[in-house]
């Protein structure tokens, strides 16, 4: 089955304890990006990755890093969360192709207290 | 930088019966993509629909279609027959079709629809 998969579905964390939320997809698709979701704002690209070693920025990066070693994973890196950071975080992948929709992880609760 | 907006955080509609959410949205470029994702309480984002702004013809995909009003950066849903699976939060995202905008999906703030039977 196509699918993203996104580790963990929930975590609650305290100010300063770096964390780790992993994402992987089975679709060998070249495009992946994180986002988070805070309500009434939508969805808000943090980082995006155009291929393996290629990443950069997007709108609401502070805070936040990422790596792509290998294509199927793209991990989001949290080295000092604060509060602010508390959010639903939504991992997606894509193939290159202007009408191809991207594809959605089951989403990331995380709480920093 | 393209903007997404959806002007109605809230609607409801009655069962069986016909709702149109609205979206309207903020670009210079010419040539891009548009779509519609859904949010049940699963939390799961679903692709209702996507339209290419070069094709003046509508999308439809079952009860869902699109009124895309390329001149006014219009592009409404349409939900016919509505359904209690229906009900979620509904997202309009805009990606465009060259350099930046291309890696990613700009969405708005999302419309809650809640479906009485």
């Known amino acids: 089955e196509a699918q993203v998969t996104q580790n963990p579905r929930y975590l609650i964390t305290v100010t300063g304890k770096k964390l780790t939320v992993t994402c992987s997809q089975n679709?060998?698709?070249?495009?992946m990006s994180w986002y988070r979701q805070d309500p009434g704002l939508g969805l808000r690209q943090i980082y995006y990755?155009?291929?393996?070693?290629?990443?950069d920025k997007g709108d609401v990066p502070e805070g936040y890093k990422v790596s792509r070693k290998e294509k199927r994973n793209f991990p989001l890196i949290l080295e000092s969360p604060s509060p602010n950071q508390t959010s639903l975080y939504f991992c997606?992948?894509?193939?290159?192709?202007?009408?191809?929709?991207?594809?959605f992880g089951q989403g990331t609760r995380l709480t920093v207290v | 930088a393209q903007t997404v907006t959806q002007s109605q955080p809230e609607m409801s509609v009655q069962e069986a019966e016909t709702v149109t959410l609205s979206c309207t949205y903020d670009?210079?470029?010419?040539?891009?993509?548009l779509f519609w994702y859904k949010q049940p309480p699963s939390r799961q984002m679903i692709l209702v629909i996507r339209?290419?702004?070069?094709?003046?013809q509508n999308a439809t995909e079952n009860r869902f279609s699109v009124n895309f009003q390329k001149a006014a950066k219009s592009f409404s849903l349409k939900i016919s027959d509505s359904q209690l699976g229906d009900a979620a939060m509904y997202f309009c995202?805009?990606?465009?079709?060259?350099?930046?905008?291309?890696?990613?999906?700009?969405f708005g703030k999302g419309t809650l629809l809640t479906v009485n039977p």
């Open positions: 670009t210079s470029e010419s040539d891009y993509y």
């Open positions: 679709m060998n698709h070249e495009y």
């Open positions: 997606a992948s894509s193939s290159p192709g202007d009408y191809t929709e991207a594809f």
């Open positions: 339209q290419e702004a070069y094709k003046q």
């Open positions: 990755s155009m291929n393996v070693e290629v990443t």
């Open positions: 995202a805009y990606k465009g079709g060259s350099g930046g905008s291309n890696y990613k999906l700009t």
